[in-house]
Nanobody
């Protein structure tokens, strides 16, 4: 069982920045595809950004492309989400996700979620 602990959320004004962190309790962190999802009130959970386990390729939702950056530090077992130029529409609970797919096994873990509120 892998535990994911998010930190760095809070209240920020429009146009501001936040950096979310997600620390994983596993020594095989580098083998996991890491992603950030978010869920706003009354809406379905959506993928925000992902980063692969191998070459660190990234992908982003169209709504955050150019404003958010996902990165990972395999030595620290941590994935980050740098969020710039925040908009009220970015207000949501943000979740860290870790996925591993092997020949004989597949794992999918979620963090508890952290609130991000963008408001003046």
């Amino acid at each position: 069982q892998v535990q994911l602990v998010e930190s760095g959320g809070g209240l920020v004004q429009p146009g501001g920045s936040l950096r979310l962190s997600c620390a994983a309790s596993t020594s095989t962190f580098s083998s996991y595809v890491m992603s950030w999802y978010r869920q706003a009130p009354g809406k379905e959970r959506e993928l925000v950004a992902g980063i692969t386990s191998g070459d660190g390729s990234t992908n982003y939702a169209d709504s955050v492309e150019g404003r958010f950056t996902i990165s990972r530090d395999n030595a620290e077992n941590t994935v980050y989400l740098q969020m710039n130029s925040l908009e009220p529409e970015d207000t949501a609970v943000y979740y860290c996700n870790a996925q591993f797919s092997g020949v004989f096994s597949k794992y999918d873990y979620w963090g508890q979620g952290i609130q991000v509120t963008v408001s003046s």
